[in-house]
């Protein structure tokens, strides 16, 4: 779902030129502030989910992405049938990743670089996919179920099976408001629970998650 972005400037003083039609100026005759670039303010966004955890914040930050890397992984590897998953994929290597995110490049650059790793891995995981007799893909029926043995995962594993793994409290409070984009007071709600003690699944989830991803690369 998203893709980045490269940008360059000019170097030396202006030209001496009058304003364009529709340029506007101070009463001084100054111009104003340029306002802020596209990337700038979706930069915004990402920081300001990164540091609240909230899932309205985390929403806006998909929301602001989600074309970009659709049109990206498209681009990167136009198969219909995979696109959609690659894209979700990403999305959620994005969340997990993003309370470390600090703004020393855009928002849309860094994004995209994950929709390239993820698209990468989903390329060696299917030039490693071993088959049976009967040409049947023995990765399907393994997708189905959930992924138990954590430390032996292979380095490109489905996030959708990490998800498998965790427990099931942690899971749904980390679906419901980190990719349903539900606030923390109605899932507690509808769990039956306190509003910490959501925001507490929720926080664990994401360290989970990490952790697995970190032993995912390095196996």
């Not at 995962?153 to 942690?170: F, P, T, V, W």
Request: with cysteine; charged share 25%; hydrophobic share 40%.
């Amino acid at each position: 779902m998203l893709t980045p972005a490269l940008t360059g400037k000019p170097s030396g003083p202006p030209p001496s030129v009058a304003p364009s039609p529709g340029h506007r100026t101070t009463g001084n005759g100054a111009a104003p502030a340029a306002a802020p670039a596209p990337d700038d303010a979706r930069t915004r966004l990402a920081l300001a989910a990164a540091r609240s955890g909230s899932p309205e914040d985390t929403a806006r930050f998909v929301a602001a992405f989600e074309s970009d890397v659709t049109r990206y992984i498209t681009f990167l590897r136009p198969d219909t049938d995979s696109v959609e998953d690659l894209v979700q994929e990403t999305m959620l290597r994005a969340i997990v990743a993003l309370r470390r995110f600090e703004g020393r490049s855009s928002a849309r650059t860094w994004l995209l670089s994950i929709a390239r790793r993820t698209v990468v891995d989903s390329v060696r995981r299917a030039a490693a996919r071993p088959r049976t007799t009967d040409g049947e893909d023995w990765e399907r029926e393994a997708e189905h179920r959930q992924t138990r043995d954590v430390p032996g995962l292979d380095e490109g594993i489905a996030l959708r099976n990490l998800l498998g793994a965790l427990a099931e409290e942690r899971r749904d409070a980390f679906i419901a408001t980190q990719l349903w984009g539900m606030s923390y007071e109605h899932c507690a709600s509808l769990s039956g629970c306190a509003v910490g003690t959501v925001r507490s699944r929720v926080s664990r989830a994401r360290a989970d998650l990490a952790k697995m991803l970190r032993a995912a690369e390095r196996a």
